[in-house]
């Protein structure tokens, strides 16, 4: 009864599940999958995120399975190179930056969230279904999973919606909100297992979005055979697209072609496409941001509160950030009303902007600065396109409005 209770099993609502318990704080997590499965492709976590979750104790766990990022590099679609710059520990932050598989994540959290404060914390099964209130608490009702018949009401003393982008908390409250916003672009993901390349914990963005773009990076160690589990994506700008959905496979006749004469010294593009383990594909989408998400002793988090498109690497730290300040605000304020409404006033304008530089600036913004200034075509010498300077400043101006510039961690 005086149990918070969270809406969803993914990154966000497991990470806020441990924070409170860590600050003694009774939660319960409602999962509407019959089983938390390792599912998705890869993530990155940025140093603001990663020290977050050393905070809980989590970066031995996550350093066994993920990759620590040592480097960002970008090339023109002729394999030139036009940056580099070191990323995490490399950078000189007191942080890692980690690169790695969704479930793999999922899956940390959760083995830590059980371990810790018992399997029967974790309710799967339920998907919730809407979400009522009065002054000593709320009523979330659920039924047997997505679509199922039985229903059953659980109450607590909160309620927080980390029910990801198609949540059923923000449609509650927002019932005439349009589907996700599409950004033009679709994707194509999925997983290679290849030999290293590069520095070997390199993540590389090359080309741009209307002819064809990649974003490349290790989320697993070589095993054995010497070859990571590397995770790509392509993304083209595409009139057309379908309703987002995890698991939708697609098809390399559909987005291979803009790639078939990538033939780099240190990659060969489509056959490393046609060796992948399957094709995912799903729209970039986001939704435009909510005036409030706290509304008495309910609460979005995660991409409930604000889905983002994935140009920044942030969707997954943001949540992890929301979770961290939430719990914060619970811990100083005995009132859960007034706890909802700080981390709100804490959150929700800093995530609105990550939202709409995502859209605009976000770090690719370098590759569409030299593919308009070259016209598309290779160059003699970078420097004759485009400063360092210049260079340096856009992938900083995003590490501020993000909230991961060296200053700002360590402050
Ligand atoms: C299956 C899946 C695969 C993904 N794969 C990738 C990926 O490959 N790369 C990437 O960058 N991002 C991926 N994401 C999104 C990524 O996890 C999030 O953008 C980010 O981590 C923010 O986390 P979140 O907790 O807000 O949302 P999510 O991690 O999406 O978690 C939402 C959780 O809520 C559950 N849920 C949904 N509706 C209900 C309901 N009505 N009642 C109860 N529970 C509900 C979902 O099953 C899910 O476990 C994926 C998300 C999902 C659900």
Known sequence: ?????????????????????????????????????????????????????????????????????????????????????????????????????????????????????????????????RVEQDDSGVGVTFSDGLGGSARSTVRGRVAIACDGINSAIRKQFYPDEAEPRYSGVNMWRGVTRWKPMLSGASMVRAGWLSHGKMVIYPIRAAAGDGLQLINWVAEIETPHYRKREWNREGSLADFIAPFADWHFDWLDVPAFIRAADGVLEFPMVDQDPLPRWSFGRITLLGDAAHPMVPRGSNGAGQAILD????????????????????????????????????????????????????????????DDIISRDELVALSESYKQIAGYSKDALRS
Request: glycine share 6%.
């Open 1 to 129: 009864m005086d149990d918070i209770i969270i809406v969803g099993g993914g990154i966000g609502g497991l990470t806020l599940a441990l924070a409170l318990h860590e600050a003694k704080i009774p939660c319960r997590v409602f999962e509407s999958a019959a089983e938390i499965k390792a599912v998705g492709v890869g993530i990155n976590l940025l140093p603001h995120a990663t020290k977050e979750l050393a905070a809980l104790g989590l970066e031995p766990a996550l350093a066994r399975v993920a990759i620590e990022t040592a480097d960002a590099t970008f090339f023109n679609r002729f394999g030139q190179l036009i940056y580099r710059e070191p990323l995490g520990r490399a950078a000189g932050y007191d942080q890692p930056q980690f690169s790695i598989h969704r479930g793999d994540l999922q899956m940390v959290l959760l083995d830590a969230f059980r371990a810790r404060a018992g399997h029967e914390r974790i309710i799967t099964h339920h998907h919730c279904l």
């Open 323 to 382: 979770a961290r300040a939430l719990t914060a605000a619970l811990l100083q304020n005995a009132d859960p009303v007034a706890a909802l409404a700080s981390y709100e006033r804490q959150r929700l304008e800093a995530t609105t902007r990550i939202v709409l530089a995502n859209r605009n600036n976000p770090p690719d913004a370098i590759l569409r600065e030299v593919f308009e200034r070259t016209h598309d075509r290779p160059f003699e010498a970078i």
